[in-house]
């Protein structure tokens, strides 16, 4: 089946640090994969997706690259703020896989907490 | 613009009572789900629905009842709660089975003792 696995948390880094958590996907079909973030308190929010192999998604300087061929969907900032301390989920979704023995629903990660000090 | 609310954001019940949470959309979304959000167990598909009428279990719903009789409405019952159901619970929705973007609820934080 599908499933997600992302680097355990927690990460601590310094204000101005360059970042990256780890996710990688298991898959039946060609699935969507997205990276969600929850501030505290909050529900989560869509950050960045991507839909097919090589696409980039970014947004709010974060970015990830969807590579088939090491089933990645890694997330970066070059200069992390405090604003970003959150909880970061790598997900996908795999609409072709109801077929092929997979799920169109919604799979995440455990999420990875980080912490930027000032 | 309200998007996806939730009801209660805070609950304590004791084990064996019963009560729903609330979950409304206003983006005439198909597709909405609920989620448990448990430390170190990222966030589990309880049941979904995929429009009003029609509703399936996800990963964990045991003891947990559903029912979509509007595209705006889908209520999570709690039967009998019990300690294990202490948890934070998320209401999501989007536009249709594709999950091309899920539009979360801020969570309901449910204690059971």
């Known amino acids: 089946g599908n499933s997600v696995t992302q680097m355990e948390g927690p990460v601590t880094l310094s204000e101005e640090a360059f970042l990256t958590i780890n996710c990688t996907y298991t898959?039946?079909?060609?699935?969507?994969l997205f990276w969600y973030v929850q501030y505290p308190g909050e529900g989560l929010q869509l950050l960045l997706k991507?839909?097919?192999?090589?696409d980039k998604g970014s947004n709010k300087g974060f970015e990830a690259t969807y590579r088939k061929e090491t089933t990645s969907f890694h997330l970066e900032k070059g200069s992390v703020q405090v604003s970003d301390s959150a909880v970061y989920f790598c997900?996908?979704?795999?609409?072709?896989?109801?077929?092929?023995?997979?799920?169109?629903?919604?799979?995440f990660g455990k999420g990875t907490k980080l912490t930027v000090n000032p | 613009n309200a998007g996806v609310t939730q009801t209660p954001k805070f609950q304590v019940l004791k084990t064996g009572q019963s009560m729903t949470l609330q979950c409304a959309q206003d983006?005439?979304?198909?597709?909405m789900s609920w989620y448990r959000q448990d430390p170190g167990m990222g966030l589990r598909l309880i049941h979904y629905?995929?429009?009003?009428?029609?509703?399936d279990q996800g990963e964990v719903p045991n003891g947990y009842n559903v029912s979509r009789s509007t595209t705006e409405d889908f209520p999570l019952r709690l039967l009998s709660a019990a300690p294990s159901q202490t948890s934070v619970y998320f209401c999501a929705s989007s536009r249709d089975r594709l999950n091309t973007e899920a539009f979360f609820g801020q969570g309901t934080r449910l204690t059971v003792v």
């Open positions: 997900a996908l979704s795999d609409p072709g896989g109801v077929t092929q023995g997979g799920s169109e629903k919604l799979v």
């Open positions: 629905s995929v429009g009003a009428g029609i509703t």
């Open positions: 991507a839909t097919k192999a090589d």
């Open positions: 983006m005439n979304h198909e597709y």
């Open positions: 898959a039946t079909g060609y699935p969507s």
